[in-house]
């Protein structure tokens, strides 16, 4: 059973900082990209950044130069860290796993809430 568990959501102000960890857990070979999406309220989930097992990375527009991605492949664990926070970054925030359990699948995590006020 493979899990993804992000944390270090929470309530920041605006221009404020978070930094958002997700940990995978279970029986795992190895893992290809992992990402972090986002979904606010009435609107349909969008990728945030995502980052391959070599370490490219890839952006939304929208948080370029804002938002970095990383990732510990010893720890199983991808990073996001957000800088200048915008109201408009206010949503659930999920990452996900390309990986090898028993079958190559594609993992969330329960999401974690991200509010920023203004």
């Known amino acids: 059973q493979v899990q993804l568990v992000e944390s270090g959501g929470g309530l920041v102000q605006a221009g404020g900082s978070l930094r958002l960890s997700c940990v995978a857990s279970?029986?795992?070979?190895?893992?290809?990209?992992m990402g972090w999406y986002r979904q606010a309220p009435g609107k349909q989930r969008e990728l945030v950044a995502r980052?391959?097992?070599?370490?490219?990375?890839n952006y939304a527009d929208s948080v370029k130069g804002r938002f970095t991605i990383s990732r510990d492949n010893a720890k199983n664990t991808v990073y996001l860290q957000m800088n200048s926070l915008k109201p408009e970054d206010t949503a659930v925030y999920y990452c996900n796993a390309d990986l090898y359990s028993h079958y190559r699948g594609l993992y969330w995590g329960q999401g974690t809430q991200v509010t920023v006020s203004s």
């Open positions: 279970g029986s795992i070979f190895s893992i290809n990209a």
């Open positions: 980052i391959t097992s070599a370490g490219s990375t």
